[in-house]
C-alpha cells in the first residue's frame, strides 16, 4: 500500500528563518511527486511535479528535492504570505491509468512577521 | 484562463437526505477525479474519469456514493441517505497530463 508522511506537522518560522519540509513515501514505484500549496476554505495550488531521484524545481522562495524514499521543499528567507498547508502526494505506477494521487496529511506553516 | 469551479461552496444537510455535488473542469482537460478532505484525514480519492471510458470507481466509501460525467465535462457527485460522517470538503480536480488542479471544494456539513 502506498504510503506518505509528512514532517513537521505544524512548524512556525520568523520571517526570513530558512527551512525545510520533509516529505517520505513509501510507493511500489513511483511515476511522480507532487507538492501543492493549500490555504484555508481553499483547494490545493499545484507548486511542483518531481519525477525522478536528484530531480530539483524552484520556484520563488521554494525549491523541492528528491531521493528515492523522501522529498524535501526547502523554504528560503519565508514572508507571512508563504503561510499555508503544504500537501505531498504521490502517484504510482500501480495506479494504472487511473493515476490518482495518495497525499500526506500535510505540514501546517505558520509565518510570523 | 478559468480554473475548476464548484458548486455549491457550502451545503448543510439533514441526515438521510440526498445530496448533489457539482464540478466543471478545466475547458479541454479530459480526467477528473473528486476526492474528499476530512478534518485529520487528508485528501482521500474517491473516484476518476476519463474521457468517454468507464470511471473508476475504486475510492467510492459506499454504494451510497456516485458520480456521473456528461459530455466529457460536466460532473456530478450524488451521495444518497447523507450520514453525519459525510461530512467533508469534497474536492473536484481535472488534469490535462499529470499535474492535477484543483477546484475550492464543497464543505458538506450532515446535521
Known amino acids: 500500500e502506498d504510503q506518505v508522511t509528512q514532517s513537521p506537522e505544524a512548524l512556525r518560522l520568523q520571517e526570513g528563518e530558512s527551512s525545510s519540509l520533509n516529505c517520505s513515501y513509501t510507493?511500489?514505484?513511483?511515476?511522480?511527486l507532487f507538492w501543492y500549496r493549500q490555504d484555508p476554505g481553499k483547494g490545493p495550488e499545484f507548486l511542483f511535479t518531481?519525477?525522478?531521484a536528484g530531480e530539483e524545481k524552484e520556484k520563488e522562495r521554494l525549491k523541492a528535492t528528491l531521493t528515492k524514499k523522501e522529498s524535501f521543499l526547502h523554504i528560503t528567507a519565508p514572508k507571512p504570505e508563504d503561510s499555508a498547508t503544504y500537501l505531498c502526494?504521490?502517484?504510482?505506477?500501480?495506479?494504472?491509468?487511473?493515476?490518482?494521487?495518495?497525499f500526506g496529511s500535510g505540514t501546517q506553516l505558520t509565518v510570523l512577521p | 484562463g478559468a480554473g475548476v469551479s464548484q458548486s455549491p461552496s457550502n451545503k448543510v444537510t439533514e441526515k438521510g437526505k440526498d445530496v448533489e455535488l457539482r464540478c466543471d473542469p478545466i475547458?479541454?482537460?479530459?480526467?477528473l477525479y473528486w476526492y474528499r478532505q476530512s478534518l485529520g484525514q487528508g485528501l482521500e480519492f474517491l473516484i476518476y474519469?476519463?474521457?468517454?471510458?468507464?470511471?473508476?470507481k475504486s475510492g467510492l466509501p459506499s454504494d451510497r456514493f456516485s458520480a456521473e460525467r456528461t459530455g466529457g465535462s460536466v460532473s456530478t457527485l450524488t451521495i444518497q441517505r447523507t450520514q453525519q460522517e459525510d461530512s467533508a470538503v469534497y474536492l473536484c480536480?481535472?488534469?490535462?497530463?499529470?499535474?492535477?488542479?484543483f477546484g475550492p471544494g464543497t464543505r458538506l456539513t450532515v446535521t
Open positions: 480536480a481535472s488534469s490535462g497530463a499529470y499535474e492535477q488542479y
Open positions: 510507493v511500489s514505484g513511483l511515476r511522480g
Open positions: 518531481l519525477y525522478s
Open positions: 502526494a504521490v502517484q504510482a505506477i500501480s495506479s494504472g491509468s487511473a493515476r490518482q494521487l495518495t
Open positions: 475547458s479541454g482537460h479530459t480526467a
Open positions: 474519469f476519463q474521457g468517454n471510458s468507464a470511471p473508476d
